[in-house]
């Protein structure tokens, strides 16, 4: 029986890992969960499963949270970053889904290390601004840090049986995003509403942007190469629009290895938490022969700048990748409010890298403050450009 912390459980990672929680009853059981403002589910989930303690994000919702509560058992309650730190590691915890959007998810994942609980990594930010301290810290401690993406899992599947000298490359593929096929004259008037449309998954709404500009692929290389010990020359990513394919492992001999499955974020949750073995879901099988024609192709960097961007901030390194990630966070959000256009992200972004005077990245408070240093700048450009 495994213990464990949902962080992020009212968005769709942590209700996809709940679904799966509730459908092994007999191998998992859910000890904590914290959620940012949606108490109402909150609320409902705390009914079925009973945690010993919960956070949300600040003290106000911490206390309309306990007068939903008020009829029923109220478990230990918490809030902010604090209330995050204390869930991850609670001692009855044995493994903890970080599922957080954004950096906040950082400080909880690596003080949960720390405890040496293991760890079912949702939450991007967390390799891409600090990954080498984080794997550093998990060999430390004797932990998995296993991933939920399905795009690492993947990865991580086909790498099974296979011996890691042997890897030539690996290939992330992406959906392409709802944008795939425009050209960037199209792509100047749309919407946060037309970005948010995504054809092939169902996800929250930072995601989801950053899937139809390419970020989410930029963050997942440099998620990559931490996960699995890569310089940035053996990671390619390909434009797959089936998303069928979740990714590849290219071996030394030219033999290619892929994981195949129907799009849906339970197999690879599934299998971070029963990793090695696969368990059994109800989801329906993949019928190649329904499913038609598999198509990839490289993608355009002219139309989808913030990939380059990424992939230029993972080869420079040190605290550029925490920049990188702090400055899209509020790109994302003034495109979301309506302040900037969608082109106008990756200009936000490359504004903020141009000034950041990056250095090694030799601790949680050296990335955290590089974070912070984005964020303020950031928001400084975004004051002057509206």
């Not at 949702?122 to 550093?136: L, P, Q, R, S």
């Not at 296993?146 to 593929?173: K, M």
């Not at 509020?330 to 250095?359: C, N, Q, W, Y």
Request: glycine share 8%; charged share 20%; hydrophobic share 45%.
């Amino acid at each position: 029986m495994k213990n464990i912390a949902v962080l992020g459980s009212t968005g769709s990672i942590g209700v996809n890992a709940l679904k799966v929680i509730r459908a092994n009853p007999e191998k998992y059981s859910c000890i904590a969960l914290a959620a940012g403002s949606n108490i109402e589910l909150l609320a409902r989930q705390i009914a079925e499963f009973h945690p010993a303690a919960v956070s949300v994000f600040d003290e106000e919702l911490a206390r309309g949270l306990k007068n939903i509560l008020s009829d029923g058992a109220i478990p230990d309650l918490f809030f902010g970053t604090e209330g995050l730190i204390n869930v991850s590691t609670l001692s009855e915890v044995d493994t903890v889904i970080s599922a957080i959007t954004g950096a906040s998810g950082l400080l909880p994942t690596y003080e949960a290390i720390k405890a040496g609980k293991e760890i079912a990594l949702a939450n991007k930010e967390t390799m891409v601004a600090a990954g080498g301290i984080i794997m550093a810290e998990a060999k430390k401690n004797g932990v998995k840090v296993l991933p939920v993406d399905s795009e690492h899992s993947a990865i991580l599947q086909s790498l099974q049986g296979h011996h890691a000298e042997d890897v030539r490359r690996v290939v992330l593929t992406a959906s392409g995003g709802p944008f795939r096929d425009l050209n960037l004259e199209e792509m100047e008037n749309v919407t946060a509403l037309d970005a948010l449309n995504h054809p092939n998954w169902n996800m929250g709404k930072k995601v989801t942007i950053d899937s139809a500009t390419l970020m989410n692929k930029g963050l997942e290389a440099i998620e990559a190469k931490w996960f699995f010990n890569l310089d940035m020359g053996r990671i390619s990513i390909l434009i797959h629009p089936q998303s069928i394919v979740h990714s590849m492992v290219e071996y030394k001999d030219g033999s290619i290895i892929a994981q195949l499955a129907v799009p849906d974020m339970m197999i690879p949750i599934s299998y971070a938490l029963s990793y090695p073995r696969h368990l059994k879901n109800t989801l329906p099988p993949l019928e190649l022969d329904k499913v038609g024609g598999l198509t990839f192709k490289k993608p355009d960097l002219k139309r989808f700048r913030c990939l380059g961007l990424a992939l230029e901030a993972a080869e420079i390194g040190g605290t550029m990748p925490a920049v990188l990630n702090g400055a899209n966070e509020i790109a994302v959000e003034a495109f979301l409010s309506g302040k900037i256009r969608f082109l106008d992200i990756p200009v936000l972004i490359e504004k903020t890298m141009e000034v950041h005077h990056f250095h090694q990245s030799d601790s949680i408070e050296t990335v955290l403050e590089a974070d912070r240093w984005a964020r303020k700048k950031a928001s400084e450009v975004l004051s002057k450009w509206i």
